[in-house]
């Protein structure tokens, strides 16, 4: 069984213990408050919708995620609202960070 976007229950049980804080920007989620900036949104680190293991689902918030987009993540990472952010390469999160240890963020 997977959910709307095709992440499967297993990994999406993975992810969630794992992601407590935005993946990019690093803010904690929280459930009660409605704002985009707290709330947590599945994110796709390689736009590739057919890649929905836990090395690419991740959480992240909705500002991130709107922000994002299908861009390409490493220059995503250049983007004025990283630099704002305060978001780089080595301030992301280990999954993220994989990716680009490996060149793979297409």
């Known amino acids: 069984m997977s959910n709307r976007w095709g992440i499967p229950k297993e990994v999406e049980e ?3 213990k794992r992601d407590q804080h935005c993946v ?13 900036k707290t ?15 836990p090395d690419n689902i991740a959480l992240c ?14 220059e995503w990472l250049e ?3 990283c630099l704002k952010k305060g978001i780089m390469k080595n ?6 960070k994989a990716h680009l240890e ?3 963020d297409q």
């Open 91 to 96: 301030s992301v999160a280990s999954v993220v």
């Open 39 to 53: 709330k947590r949104t599945w994110e796709h680190i390689i736009n590739d919708i057919h890649i929905n293991g």
């Open 24 to 36: 990019y920007c690093d803010i904690l989620f929280t459930e009660s408050d409605h704002s985009r």
């Open 61 to 74: 918030c909705g500002s991130c995620n709107a922000s994002k987009g299908n861009k390409i993540l490493s």
């Open 79 to 81: 983007s004025n609202y």
């Open 14 to 16: 993975v992810v969630i």
């Open 102 to 104: 490996k060149g793979c």
